[in-house]
């Protein structure tokens, strides 16, 4: 059976959890960003969704080549 994770990766992947495990209850917690940066991620969501539910004109641009070609 082929290893598909390297010993040096898998040690990587442990620390890796475990520092995200315990900064958390080390750090000071912060304030909330402001209303205004609250919105970026749903703006950012909201332009992928009408991207991915947009018409595709990928068979609008292949008759205008066919000319070309």
Same mark, same amino acid.
Do not use: E, N
């Given at each position: 059976?082929?290893?598909?994770?390297?010993?040096?990766?898998?040690?990587?992947?442990?620390?890796?959890?475990?520092?995200?495990?315990?900064?958390?209850?080390?750090?000071?917690?912060? *304030?909330?960003?402001?209303?205004?940066?609250?919105?970026?991620?749903?703006?950012?969501?909201?332009?992928?969704?009408?991207?991915?539910?947009? *018409?595709?004109?990928?068979?609008?641009?292949?008759?205008?080549?066919?000319?070309?070609?």
């Amino acid at each position: 059976m082929p290893r598909y994770y390297s010993t040096r990766s898998i040690m990587f992947m442990v620390v890796l959890t475990l520092i995200l495990l315990m900064l958390p209850p080390v750090l000071p917690p912060l *304030p909330p960003p402001p209303l205004c940066l609250l919105f970026v991620p749903v703006m950012i969501m909201s332009v992928l969704v009408m991207l991915a539910l947009s *018409p595709s004109f990928q068979d609008q641009l292949l008759c205008c080549m066919a000319p070309l070609l």
